[in-house]
């Protein structure tokens, strides 16, 4: 399903969250049916991609284990792909959850941890699926507490190169590669601003660019506003990463980020890879 990484236009990612249910048996026909309502309205609203996360990676969160989050995101993706004419990706770090992803359809795959788990290079080269790979520095438990980098944009740079040759040496074609500054995954505000101001250093990779900065703290910083009042923030920092060529745009907010992404296309015009 997945268009094989054209990008003439920039795309909408639209997060879909997969709370884990304190009920266990009722609980789980409404999560899956509420998730796929909600997906029913991304795609009203023009989404193109649809992320489905079985772990949280917020700040502070705990590890999941491997067959819990198998079990909280192989059905979604099952009934998403069989339901829907959407690209499928999945936020995830472990091999097994990538195999099990994509053997119930899944067209893509979302690493923050940009494949360095164990098996997690093997995997993805085997499954033969696009792959975002995503900077973070340490881990979300303590991400926060003290980044710290020499040059955050030269750092961030320098590791992701890295991580395109290490897929290039298992065999994962660079036509597969997408990457990701990882906007709030050990970074401070400051480290945060100076990414998105120089996010188009990002392009000399030559590789697909996606972004994610909906409702991040970097927003609630700047105006000093929760997490519920970050959407025009959000939508400010989606343009200039847009401007900046951004290929994809992970968000929470599709229909208002669908408009600004229509408006930047037009003002860009073609030739947004480059
Ligand atoms: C990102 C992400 C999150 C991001 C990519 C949140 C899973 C935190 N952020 N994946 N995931 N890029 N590629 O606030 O920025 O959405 S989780």
Redesign the pocket.
Known sequence: MFMNLIFDRPMV?G?LNVTPDSFSDGGRFTELDSALAHVEQMLKDGVDIV?V?GE???PGAMAVSEQDEIERVAPLVEAISHRFDVSVSV?TSKAGVMRAAVAAGADML???RALQEEGALLAAAELGVPV?L?HMQGEPRSMQIKPQYDDVTEDVLRFLRGRVDACQAVGIARDKL?I??????GKSLSHNLTLLRELARFKSLGLPL???????SMIGAVLDKPIEQRLYGSLAAASLALWQGANII?V?DVAATKDIVKLCQAVLGVGLLD
Not at 210 to 216: E, F, I
């Open positions: 990612m997060i992320d996360g949280s990676t917020r936020d979302n690493d923050v975002c995503m997408l990701d500054p990882g906007f709030g995954f996606l972004v994610g900065v909906s409702r991040k992970r929470h």
